[in-house]
């Protein structure tokens, strides 16, 4: 069985061809360039040469491109967008068009012609990936596939993105207390996640008849983290995944979340790394001293942010910031599931499979423990 697994950040897609005939650690592996960065340079190609910008396509990740975004219209470039591209700048479409975007349907953005310079925004590229597949002579085909993005959903006009994402997280949690639970099939996924069911409805325009899943890349990570056998013998751990763009932080027993935080990897010194997962395993941390400093927020499973935890877990590192804590005194072990850290979403979303396709799931857990 062949699974392809995309991990989509904002800095990098991490995509794994998973084949369960093979050593896990043959399968073929790329690290490439975000979704997001790639519009990005396409945007500042459109400012260089001064030419007027039409955003199309879907939903996709922001950050970079919406920054590349607002340094071409600061330069005095003209920006169009479609309505769904719109949503990756802002899902309020009044305020995309305060930002001196003009905002126009399908049908007058064909009328645009020649003269703009069109940049199709999406997270998922298949056929990219199966371009990259073939330059080295391997089969694109797959049975399955598993994507994974952050999705911070579709904020309500004047609701703060960070609460309604992190209320997202909390919901999940309380009906289900196990990082699986952030695993959706294409049809259970939350109307209010945009971001993911413009990939998945990407992925099954391409490929309706192929099973597919979704989970979120935080617990993704979290979920490959704890593949690393060292990480696994651990009776707790912390497992703090310190992507490009988000900062995730379970205090997990085994797969059930204790506790988790939340923030933005960017705005957060290394101290207050540390100090915020300190005060989250010593159950002392607020939910208002995560959110107040930019971040999204803080949740106990069980409800009592007091409650002292016994013992101290074993602090594993995930993610492309990880080197902001290292040699630091959480004593941070780096994660390396199957010898591949910078995969580990990857193996969280095989796992995910696994578990939403359970007659696949002897088969998938064979290969991955062999």
Same mark, same amino acid.
């Not at 945009?194 to 617990?219: I, K």
């Not at 971040?295 to 074993?314: E, R």
């Given at each position: 069985?062949?699974?392809?697994?995309?991990?989509?950040?904002?800095?990098?897609?991490?995509?794994?061809? #998973?084949?369960?005939?093979?050593?896990?650690?043959? *399968?073929?592996?790329?690290?490439?360039?975000?979704?997001?960065?790639?519009a990005a340079g396409r945007i500042r190609r459109a400012t260089a040469a001064a030419e007027p910008l039409l955003l199309a396509g879907v939903v996709q990740g922001g950050g970079p491109c919406?920054?590349?975004?607002?340094?071409?219209?600061?330069?005095?470039?003209?920006?169009?967008?479609?309505?769904?591209?719109?949503?990756?700048?802002?899902?309020?479409?009044?305020?995309?068009?305060?930002?001196?975007?003009?905002?126009?349907?399908?049908?007058?953005?064909?009328?645009?012609?020649?003269?703009?310079?069109?940049?199709?925004?999406?997270?998922?590229?298949?056929?990219?990936?199966?371009?990259?597949?073939?330059?080295?002579?391997?089969?694109?085909?797959?049975?399955?596939?598993?994507?994974?993005?952050?999705?911070?959903?579709?904020?309500?006009?004047?609701?703060?993105?960070?609460?309604?994402?992190?209320?997202?997280?909390?919901?999940?949690?309380?009906?289900?207390?196990?990082?699986?639970?952030?695993?959706?099939?294409?049809?259970?996924?939350?109307?209010?996640?945009?971001?993911?069911?413009?990939?998945?409805?990407?992925?099954?325009?391409?490929?309706?008849?192929?099973?597919?899943?979704?989970?979120?890349?935080?617990?993704?990570?979290?979920?490959?983290?704890?593949?690393?056998?060292?990480?696994?013998?651990?009776?707790?751990?912390?497992?703090?995944?310190?992507?490009?763009?988000?900062?995730?932080?379970?205090?997990?027993?085994?797969?059930?979340?204790?506790?988790?935080?939340?923030?933005?990897?960017?705005?957060? *010194? *290394?101290?207050?790394?540390?100090? #915020?997962?300190?005060?989250?395993?010593?159950?002392?941390?607020?939910?208002?001293?995560?959110?107040?400093?930019?971040?999204?927020?803080?949740?106990?499973?069980?409800?009592?942010?007091?409650?002292?935890?016994?013992?101290?877990?074993?602090?594993?590192?995930?993610?492309?910031?990880?080197?902001?804590?290292?040699?630091?005194?959480?004593?941070?072990?780096?994660?390396?599931?199957?010898?591949?850290?910078?995969?580990?979403?990857?193996?969280?979303?095989?796992?995910? #499979?696994?578990?939403?396709?359970?007659?696949?799931?002897?088969?998938?857990?064979?290969?991955?423990? *062999?």
């Amino acid at each position: 069985m062949r699974i392809l697994a995309i991990d989509m950040g904002t800095g990098t897609q991490d995509i794994l061809l #998973f084949d369960s005939t093979q050593p896990v650690e043959n *399968s073929i592996k790329m690290v490439m360039p975000s979704a997001t960065k790639n519009a990005a340079g396409r945007i500042r190609r459109a400012t260089a040469a001064a030419e007027p910008l039409l955003l199309a396509g879907v939903v996709q990740g922001g950050g970079p491109c919406n920054w590349a975004l607002e340094d071409h219209l600061r330069a005095g470039g003209i920006a169009y967008a479609t309505p769904e591209a719109a949503q990756t700048i802002d899902d309020d479409l009044d305020q995309v068009a305060r930002m001196g975007v003009r905002v126009v349907s399908d049908d007058e953005a064909k009328l645009l012609g020649d003269g703009v310079h069109r940049v199709e925004l999406k997270d998922l590229d298949l056929p990219a990936i199966r371009a990259a597949l073939a330059a080295f002579d391997v089969s694109p085909a797959f049975d399955g596939i598993a994507l994974a993005c952050l999705d911070h959903g579709a904020a309500p006009p004047g609701t703060s993105d960070r609460l309604f994402r992190f209320e997202h997280l909390k919901r999940v949690v309380s009906a289900k207390n196990d990082l699986s639970a952030f695993a959706f099939l294409p049809d259970e996924l939350p109307p209010y996640l945009t971001r993911a069911r413009a990939m998945m409805d990407t992925a099954r325009r391409d490929e309706p008849a192929t099973p597919a899943v979704f989970l979120d890349t935080g617990p993704a990570a979290a979920i490959g983290a704890l593949q690393d056998p060292h990480v696994a013998a651990a009776e707790t751990q912390l497992v703090l995944n310190l992507g490009n763009m988000h900062a995730l932080a379970f205090h997990l027993r085994g797969t059930r979340i204790i506790s988790l935080y939340e923030h933005h990897t960017g705005e957060l *010194s *290394s101290e207050q790394i540390e100090d #915020f997962s300190e005060r989250l395993i010593a159950g002392t941390l607020l939910h208002e001293d995560v959110f107040n400093t930019k971040g999204h927020g803080v949740f106990y499973a069980d409800g009592d942010a007091s409650a002292p935890q016994s013992g101290h877990p074993l602090v594993a590192v995930t993610g492309p910031q990880r080197g902001k804590i290292r040699n630091g005194r959480l004593n941070p072990y780096f994660a390396t599931p199957h010898g591949d850290m910078m995969i580990s979403g990857c193996f969280g979303l095989l796992r995910a #499979f696994a578990a939403k396709y359970p007659a696949r799931a002897e088969e998938i857990d064979r290969a991955l423990m *062999s």
